[in-house]
RNA sequence: GCAUCAGUAGUGAAAUGGUUAUCACUCGUGCUUCCCAAGCACGCGAUCCGGGUUCGAUUCCCGGCUGGUGCACCA
């Protein structure tokens, strides 16, 4: 954690990065008018047009691009019964105790399991509070009485329908749905191994003590994706040698336990060594790199992080979150998990549906590989990775063309001489063409300028007095500040050249010259 | 959930048990042929919520909400 803030003083990268997103419309706190509600956060319309972007591009490359990646969109709420199957009912509810004296809390069954090694997890409150009477098990902390133990619910309860008793749960992940729906899903696209069941929206837990702005939220949006492999097949990825040389930056879990860094490793080393369980682990880790590098991220600043045995969830054979680095610390915005066939095989016998595919004579359970990203976080990270000031008097979003709110603001450089009438011409043309423009004639040219680097739009068309006489306009850039004159009739083609990263700014100012202003 | 600090225009700050709560920037309108938050004029805009003490509370007290930090928690 760096600085404090003491008046006037250095203020944390947060604070800075709050201050711009609720100054300029990108996230703000839900309900703020009635006094605001802890781990809810709105996305304003800056802040919604990065998430759009960002949600194109995750679909681009984990579901377009794939040949048998099929999206869906499930409920939120669902009935009890899903999370008795899944275990969530069980591994949600947390027992906790607190010190009567100094009011530490703690869960019961990882105390009782270290105070004196007994295994209670599973048992009644009842079971746990004799536990640990007959045991004498005193606070850690400052050895006095604890409290009898309360369950603590981190699913949100509701009532489905009038009559109280049936009872639903807002989902706390969106992979359950996936799950739910693998039967028809698989039926409907007919769908052979290994095939892949995407979604993204929204999931729910009531977390505790929400903190650290978009970090640890009580409503989240996920963008998930299930793959379902042949246990037999999960080292035979069918593009192995296409990925089996990308570099990840990872962290062992013999590292962490020496408390050495992250290290650069091929995939191909992963696999060799045990560290990556198999080649479709290996296949998500390397096309996880390539998704967060192109939010703006680059590749030094995050790192695989090996979950440790006891931090691996219940279904989990083995974990990897992905960790980004900010300067107060790691956010951690992605989890890849091997869920093996626990889902499938807990909603089989639960449901009683059978929910294998059949191969070949043969009935598999498929096992699943899950990459899991939380949108609000990568929305904060990208927002951290993309934060710039210095040359100039106020800050910039320096985001990928891909992510930018708009690409372009199209301003007349003075409202009057026909200026705004050109300038809007040109907007309206530009809209038809399906260049996402935003009109703005509000204030000094300058302004306009500071105002569309706050947000990170990359360009900036200017209308002047020469657009009237030859038919051109000006083009700038934000990260150069600098400008061309491009011809009206080519100015769509050449933003979406620009905007595609087919032309660089470098080449496009060698290509037309770069404009200084005629100064009086 | 515990402890602790804090909450004043959109943002950042100032002040006060008593007339109309101050300032900067932002924002809006106008002027200035004006290409990187220039200048001038005018304008909009705030004491988190509820209760108590008091003739009077933004200020003092209590409770809540929200945020920072530490602990705990994070399937």
Known sequence: MTKKKTKGKSKTLQETIIEVCLKRGIVFPTAEIYGGSAGFFELGPVGEALRQNMIDLWRDTFIKSEDNVYEISGSTILPEKVFEASGHLDSFNDPLTQCQNCKSMYRVDHLILEQVGIKVEGQSLDDMWKVIQDN??????????????????????????????????????????????????????????????????RAYRNEISPRNFLVRLRELQQMELEMFVDPDLLNSHPRWDDFQDTEINFLSQEAQEKGDKATFITIKEGIDSGLIVNQYLGYFLAMETGFIESLGIK??????????????????????????????????????????????????????????????????????????????????????????????????????????????????????????????????????????????????IGKRYARSDEIGIPLVITYDYDSLEDDTVTLRERNSMKQVRIPIQDVGTIIREFMLDIVSWDEMTKEFGEFIKNSK
């Open 299 to 444: 590749k030094g600043k995050f790192f695989f992080r090996h979950l440790l045995d006891h931090e691996t969830a219940h279904y989990s054979k083995a974990n990897y979150d992905l960790e980004i680095e900010f300067p107060f610390g790691v956010v951690e915005c992605v989890g890849l998990a091997y869920r093996t066939d626990y889902d499938l095989r807990k909603h089989q016998e639960k449901s009683k549906t059978k929910l294998h595919i059949s191969e070949d004579g043969k009935k598999i359970i498929p096992h699943v590989v899950e990459p899991s990203f939380g949108v609000d976080r990568l929305i904060y990270a990208i927002l951290l990775a993309s934060y710039r000031e210095g040359d100039r008097d106020w800050t910039w979003f320096d985001f990928p063309n891909s992510l930018a709110p708009w690409e372009v603001v199209v301003a007349p450089l003075q409202r009057k001489d026909g200026l705004p009438e050109g300038a809007r011409e040109l907007f309206w043309e530009l809209k038809d063409q399906g260049i996402d423009a935003i009109y703005d004639q509000t204030g000094q």
């Open 136 to 201: 004498r098990i005193k606070c850690p902390n400052c050895k006095h009485d604890l409290s009898p133990p309360k369950q603590f619910n981190m699913m949100f309860s509701t009532n489905i329908g009038s009559t109280s008793g049936n009872i639903g749960y807002l989902r706390p992940e969106t992979a359950q749905n996936i799950f739910l729906s693998f039967r028809r899903v698989s039926h409907s696209m007919r769908a052979k191994l290994p095939f892949g069941i995407a979604q993204i929206g």
